[in-house]
C-alpha cells in the first residue's frame, strides 16, 4: 500500500467516524427537541442540536483513546483479568474527563457557568458516561474480532489459491518430461530410418519446448493459442508418420477466444496417435471439434482406432490421468471427462468445461 493511499484510507476513516458520532448527535438532538415540545418547552431546534453535538462530540473526541485501550487490553481469554484492571479504573477516568470537558464545552455555549455546569453533569451522566465506555470497548472489540476472521479467512482462501497453483504447476512440470520422453524416443526410432527427417523432427521439438517454457507459469490459455501449440505437435507426428496420418480440425468461431487448460489438448491427441493410429498399418485419422453448448465448451478428440477394449478397464497412462487430475483441480465438479467408442469407430475423448472467454484488452 502506498503511502498516499494509506493516508486516503486512514482519511476516510476518520471522516467516517466523524459522521458516525454526527448522526448520533442530530438523532439525540431531534429526540431532546420532540420531547421538549411536547412537555410544553420552549426549546429551539437550533438549542437542541448545540446541547446534543455538545454531548456527542466530547464523547468522539474520547473515544480514540478508549479504542486504543481496547486494542492494547483485549478482553479475551487468558486476558480478561488484566484488561479489567486496566479498563475498570479508565472508564472511571473517562467519565470525569467527559465531564470536566462537557463543562468546558456548555461554558464556551455559553449554557452554564462551568461549576454549574459540572454539578449537574455529576448528577446526571456519571453512570451513563460508564455505559458508554464500555459500549465503545465492546464495538471496538467487535470491530476488531471480526478484522482478525476476515483477515484469517483471506488468508485460508490465499494459502487454499496457493496449495491449487503449486499442484497444478507440479502436475504441469510430470507432464512435460513426459512429453519429452516420448518425442525424444520417436526421434530416436526415426534415425535409423530416415536422418534428415529426424533433424527436421529436433527443430521441431525445439520450437515446441521454446513455446511450453514460454507458457509454463500459466494455467489457461485462449483456445487459439493451444491450437496453435497443438499444431506444432502435429507437425512433429506429421514428420513421424507422413501420409499414414490425417488431421480434421473442426473448431466454432465463437470458441478461438475461449480459455482452456494449457497443455490439455496435447495428452488426448498423444494417446490418440499411440494407440489409435502407431500400432496399425492402416491411414490413421484424428479428428478435432470445439463447440459452445449453453454456458460449457465442448473439447473432442477422436481417432480412427480400436476404441475401447472389450470387456476389460481401460488403462490410463501419465497422461490423461494428469489431464483428470489438472480438470478436477481447476473446475471441480463443474467439468467432465469421459473416454467413449466413436461413432465410426475408435475412440473418442470428450472432455466439457465452463466456456469463459478471454477479456479484450
Known amino acids: 500500500m502506498t503511502l498516499t493511499n494509506a493516508i486516503q484510507k486512514r482519511g476516510i476513516k476518520w471522516l467516517l467516524g466523524f459522521g458516525f458520532w454526527t448522526l448520533i448527535g442530530l438523532s ?23 446541547i446534543a453535538l455538545g454531548d456527542w462530540y466530547v464523547f468522539a473526541v474520547l473515544s480514540v483513546p478508549v479504542i486504543y485501550l481496547a486494542r492494547r487490553f483485549r478482553l479475551e481469554t487468558g486476558n480478561w483479568v488484566r484488561s479489567l484492571a486496566i479498563h475498570i479504573p479508565a472508564s472511571m477516568v473517562f467519565s470525569l474527563v467527559y465531564m470536566v470537558l462537557r463543562a468546558g464545552v456548555g461554558l464556551w455555549q455559553g449554557y452554564a457557568s462551568f ?14 458516561n460508564l455505559l458508554i465506555y464500555w459500549v465503545i470497548v465492546a464495538v471496538s472489540s467487535a470491530f476488531d474480532y471480526y478484522r482478525k476472521f476476515r483477515e484469517r479467512e483471506l488468508r485460508g482462501v490465499e494459502l487454499e489459491k496457493r496449495l491449487v497453483q503449486a499442484k497444478l504447476q507440479a502436475l504441469q512440470m510430470q507432464l512435460n518430461p513426459h512429453f519429452l520422453f ?19 523432427m529436433i527443430m521441431r521439438l525445439s520450437d515446441l519446448l521454446r513455446a511450453a517454457l514460454d507458457k509454463s507459469d500459466t494455467q489457461e490459455v485462449t483456445l487459439r493459442e493451444e491450437l496453435e501449440f ?6 512433429i507426428e506429421q514428420i513421424r508418420f507422413g501420409d499414414r496420418l490425417t488431421v480434421k480440425v473442426d473448431v466454432a468461431a465463437e470458441t478461438f477466444d475461449a480459455r482452456v487448460p494449457n497443455l490439455i489438448l496435447q495428452p488426448l ?18 479428428e478435432l471439434r470445439a463447440r459452445h453448448a449453453a454456458d ?21 497412462g501419465v ?8 480438470l478436477q483441480t481447476l473446475y471441480g465438479e463443474a467439468h467432465g471427462f469421459e473416454l467413449l467408442d466413436a461413432p465410426g469407430g475408435g475412440l473418442l475423448a470428450r472432455l466439457t468445461i465452463p466456456f469463459q472467454k478471454e477479456p479484450k484488452p
Open 230 to 235: 497443438l499444431k506444432r505437435y502435429l507437425e
Open 319 to 326: 497422461g490423461l490421468s494428469n489431464t483428470r487430475a489438472r
Open 269 to 286: 491427441v498423444e494417446n490418440a496417435v499411440r494407440h489409435g493410429i502407431e500400432p496399425h498399418a492402416k491411414p490413421g485419422r484424428i
Open 296 to 316: 460449457t465448451l465442448v473439447l473432442e478428440v477422436s481417432d480412427n482406432g480400436k476404441g475401447l477394449p472389450a470387456n476389460r478397464p481401460t488403462a490410463e
Open 182 to 200: 516420448n518425442s525424444l524416443h520417436s526421434i530416436s526410432s526415426l534415425m535409423h530410418q530416415d536422418v534428415e527427417a529426424a533433424d527436421k
Open 28 to 50: 439525540s438532538a431531534f429526540q431532546l427537541y420532540i420531547s421538549s415540545t411536547q412537555a410544553g418547552l420552549d426549546v429551539s431546534w437550533r438549542y437542541a442540536v448545540g
Open 115 to 128: 461549576a454549574e455546569a459540572f454539578q449537574l453533569l455529576l448528577v446526571k451522566t456519571w453512570h451513563f
